[in-house]
Antibody, heavy 117, light 108 residues
Framework: QVQLVESGGGLVKPGGSLRLSCAASGFTFSDYYMTWIRQAPGKGLEWVSYISGSGGAVYLDSVKGRFTISRDNGQNSLYLQMNSLRAEDTAVYYC???????????WGQGTLVTVSS | EIVLTQSPGTLSLSPGDGATLSCRASQTVTSSYLAWYQQKPGQAPRLLIYAASSRATGIPDRFSGSGSGTDFTLTISRLEPEDFAVYYCQHYGSSLYTFGQGTKLEIK
């Protein structure tokens, strides 16, 4: 079955960096667009970025130039490099697989990123 | 940028009741790219409905989706205790994704 496992979250100071990882299994990773979605504490869902199977990426405006999504199809892994972190980036970050209908059909359990001094 | 507005913000009902959740888009959207998710406390969201009315794998038939244009509805017939959660609608358009702010379905 499809499994997505995020890691790499933690506490970081404003202006710092963090790299999130998502290990995928149970499907042909390279065939799917993959996405990062975040949820601030007590708030709703916010899409952050997605990447095609071949590496083309799109970002939420507020993270452009600060976050970089990437993937390693040989390792079945998705990444999110987050630089110049701000307090408002504090959230649980979910890795999700995009279905053919542009919906998210499988989600990881999430990893918490806290940006605070 | 398309904005999705969900109503009501909170819905208080009893097990066995029927629930109707609304998602209104700020402009006409593609039904093929409208989805609904359920999220329980401490858990990741789960896909319920995609393409406005297609149930995801393993979703009970008491969940149904409908709508087109700017107005979409998630209907839950005969609420079960495990259905009390937060529900989000989501749309894809112009290479971007948007979510509604969510409707909390709580036990009355």
């Amino acid at each position: 079955q499809v499994q997505l496992v995020e890691s790499g979250g933690g506490l970081v100071k404003p202006g710092g960096s963090l790299r999130l990882s998502c290990a995928a299994s149970g499907f042909t990773f390279s065939d799917y667009y993959m996405t990062w979605i975040r949820q601030a504490p007590g708030k709703g869902l916010e899409w952050v970025s997605y990447i095609s199977g071949s590496g083309g990426a799109v970002y939420l405006d507020s993270v452009k130039g600060r976050f970089t999504i990437s993937r390693d199809n040989g390792q079945n892994s998705l990444y999110l490099q987050m630089n110049s972190l701000r307090a408002e980036d504090t959230a649980v970050y979910y890795c999700a697989r995009r279905g053919s209908g542009r919906h998210f059909d499988s989600w990881g359990q999430g990893t918490l990123v806290t940006v605070s001094s | 940028e398309i904005v999705l507005t969900q109503s009501p913000g909170t819905l208080s009902l009893s097990p066995g009741d029927g629930a109707t959740l609304s998602c209104r888009a700020s402009q006409t959207v593609t039904s093929s790219y409208l989805a609904w998710y359920q999220q329980k406390p401490g858990q990741a969201p789960r896909l319920l409905i995609y393409a406005a009315s297609s149930r995801a794998t393993g979703i009970p038939d008491r969940f149904s989706g409908s709508g087109s244009g700017t107005d979409f509805t998630l209907t839950i017939s005969r609420l079960e205790p495990e259905d009390f959660a937060v529900y989000y609608c989501q749309h894809y358009g112009s290479s971007l994704y948007t979510f509604g702010q969510g409707t909390k379905l709580e036990i009355k």
